[in-house]
Structures are given as C-alpha cells and as structure tokens.
C-alpha cells in the first residue's frame, strides 16, 4: 500500500511560479513511475507530467512543456513539479499518481492517487 500526499499549492498571480510536492509513504517508492494530473471546475482529470521510476524519462502534455518540470527524489520518497509562468487556465486541483507497471500518462487504472492540492492562478 503506497500513501500520496501532497502539498504545495495556493493562490499565485498570472506569471508566477509555484512548487508541488508529493511525498509517498512505503519503502517502495522508487519502483513506482510517478504523474501528476489536474482537474479545473467542470473539466475531466488531464495528464500534466510524467516521470519513469528512475527519473531518466520524462513526459509532459503540450499545455504545460515548457513551463512545467517534473523531478523526483527517491531518497526522500518525493517527486517534484516545477510551474513556471503560470496562466489563470492553470487553475486546478492538482492530483499524484503512482503506477508500478505504467508510466501514468493516462489516468485511467492507476495504482494510487493522492488526495489533491488546489492551485490557483489570478489573471
């Protein structure tokens, strides 16, 4: 059983940055690749980023590259993302995932989720 928390989010104007985090419990961290997904009011959960389980690949949808980066650190049982230059259309609860078999580009049967952290942008 692997526990995701996540923390991190707030209130940032149009052009700020902000840093999530999400800390995994269990001492099998390193073996999951990790994601991180958002859901704005009304819209369905989308793919933001993805990392493989040893940090070597990385993936990112087209609304966020270049803005967005995701990093982990398995001696600290975390991964990371980076968002930079943010727009109002950012806003959203942001959610990680971890999947064992799958690098989580999809969300769809996703071995664990975090609770949520919301973030929100103000133009």
């Known amino acids: 059983q692997v526990q995701l928390v996540e923390s991190g989010g707030g209130l940032v104007q149009a052009g700020g940055s902000l840093r999530l985090s999400c800390v995994a419990s269990g001492r099998t961290f390193s073996s999951y690749s990790m994601g991180w997904f958002r859901q704005a009011p009304g819209k369905e959960r989308e793919f933001a980023a993805a990392i493989s389980w040893s940090g070597a690949r990385t993936y990112y949808a087209d609304s966020v590259k270049g803005r967005f980066t995701i990093s982990r650190d398995n001696a600290k049982n975390t991964v990371y993302l980076q968002m930079n230059s943010l727009k109002a259309e950012d806003t959203a609860v942001y959610y990680c995932?971890?999947?064992?078999?799958?690098?989580?580009?999809?969300?769809?049967?996703?071995?664990?989720w975090g609770q949520g952290t919301q973030v929100t942008v103000s133009s």
């Open positions: 995932a971890a999947d064992r078999n799958q690098i989580p580009t999809s969300r769809m049967n996703l071995d664990y």
